[in-house]
């Protein structure tokens, strides 16, 4: 049984390995055939290891199923290792050599976090708001004040400070969203704010002395100025003291800054009240979001239903973006599939390592990842390739998704129809989200 623990793990390995060379060969635009016929088997190949890995995962629950296992698993597998090495070795005749992910060019990605929410759909958070604009109503019009909400992905943070940018009060103000990402770059932040203070396409300004002293111009202009930085990733004071002294204000004008991060630490970094810690939802919450994402309250079976998505819903252990993925999963599914979802392995395997949550959201993650029909996971996972917070362009994609045969043919619709279903229902689950720049263009 240790053996085949050993080869699994190496299983594993060569799956991720294969993976990445994937995502590498799949990130040029391929339009050499033979490239494209090694890139197709390779996928099918990563297919099946993962179905393999599926399969003894899933058996492993049951005794008989791992005696059964025991003995078919390593054969299966000297054949999957041949098969990838005979791919491997073919790999290099199409010279798709690896390249790092640094020289890709940068895209601006001003993405607006929960921006397509409607706000009636948004279940709590009205006292957590409140909270928000306590703190906020502080400041004064000598220091910036800087007001961090903190917590687990997913748990809801960009749309709480979304709530607080729509806020009423705030309706005078100059409001600025910025979307940091985890690359933070300081002339992007700047800048950005500049162009959405001056409500115009302005330039980019390229050294950061400049950078501050228009935004110090266009500050000063203005009375009362909303800015809200989402997701904030940097760590370092230095970097974060810049950022800080980049928003200072000028005399006359009140500036409040209201950041999202994960991190605790850098929470209390940059802070200048307290800190406010977000607190996960209530299971009933939790819930609610289910129900209304899996359109829960229009079918017949929902009596049966109710006590086993309740079930689901505690385990989304108050944390939106699972409720409401799994909700989306769970709308098409049967009463059976909903028992399933319940009991699957997935929320065990997370508990017995990890105290905190964190894993177990994760756990509820993968889960809506792995219900999703099989066409709609590759197409997800294509979108690995682009850096996080990157602006992925609709028909582009589609175009991609058809030329790299993912979509599922269909005597009923075109690949076109095909591929906006397939984006609406990634954008339903939070797999993908809408850009404030694409909805501006129109090119949604
Ligand atoms: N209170 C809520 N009610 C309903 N949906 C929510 C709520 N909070 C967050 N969501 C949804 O959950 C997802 C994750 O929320 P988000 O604010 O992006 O989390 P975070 O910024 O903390 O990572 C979003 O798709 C959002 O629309
Ligand atoms: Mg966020």
Request: aromatic share 6%; hydrophobic share 35%; charged share 25%.
């Amino acid at each position: 049984h240790k053996n085949l623990k050993k080869d699994l793990q190496k299983m594993k390995m060569t799956l991720e390995s294969v993976e990445a060379a994937l995502s590498d060969a799949e990130r040029r635009s391929i339009n050499d055939s033979s490239a494209l016929l090694w890139v197709n088997r390779l996928k099918a190949a990563m297919y099946d290891i993962s179905d393999m890995l599926d399969d003894f995962e899933s058996d492993t629950q049951s005794r008989v199923g791992a005696m059964r296992k025991k003995i078919s698993m390593p054969d299966k597998m000297k054949k999957m290792q041949k098969r990838l090495q005979k791919i491997t070795e073919d790999h290099q005749n199409y010279r798709l050599l690896p390249e790092t992910r640094s020289n890709e060019p940068q895209l601006p990605d001003i993405r607006e976090n929960a921006g397509t929410m409607v706000e009636a759909e948004i279940i709590g958070r009205a006292e957590e708001k409140l909270e928000i604009l306590a703190r906020l109503s502080g400041s004064t019009t000598e220091h910036t004040t800087f007001v961090p909400i903190w917590g687990l992905g997913g748990i809801g943070k960009s749309t709480l400070a979304r709530l607080v940018y729509n806020h009423p009060e705030f309706e005078k103000h100059s409001r600025v969203w910025v979307y940091v990402s985890q690359i933070f770059d300081l002339k992007k932040i700047g800048n950005t704010i500049i162009s959405q203070l001056s409500r115009q396409q302005s330039q980019q300004i390229l050294d950061l002395h400049s950078i501050n002293i228009r935004l110090q111009e266009l500050l000063a202009e203005k009375k009362n100025a909303l800015i809200i930085l989402d997701d904030l990733w940097e760590k370092r004071p230095s970097q974060l003291e810049e950022l800080k002294s980049m928003l200072k204000q000028s005399k006359g004008c009140k500036v409040m800054v209201v950041v999202t991060t994960r991190d605790e630490g850098i929470a209390n970094e940059i802070s200048t009240v307290q800190p406010y810690k977000l607190p996960q939802l209530s299971d009933e919450m939790c819930w609610e979001i289910m129900s209304q994402k899996s359109k829960f309250e229009t079918r017949d079976d929902k009596e049966r239903l109710e006590p086993i998505g309740r079930d689901i819903a505690k385990k989304c252990k108050g944390v939106a973006l699972a409720a409401q993925s799994l909700g989306h999963i769970l709308r098409s599914k049967s009463y059976g599939e909903w028992n399933s979802v319940r009991t699957n392995h997935i929320w065990n395997l997370s508990t017995s390592t990890d105290a905190s949550s964190s894993h177990e959201v994760l756990g509820s993650l993968l889960l809506s990842y792995n219900l999703m029909p099989p066409y709609l996971k590759s197409c997800f996972a294509y979108c690995a390739i682009f850096p996080k917070g990157h602006i992925m362009i609709k028909d582009e994609l589609i175009h991609q998704w058809i030329a790299l045969g993912f979509m599922e043919p269909s005597s009923i619709f075109s690949y076109w129809q095909l591929g906006e279903s397939y984006i609406m229902q990634l954008l339903e689950m939070s797999f993908l989200q809408h850009s404030k720049r694409l909805l501006l263009n129109g090119t949604t």
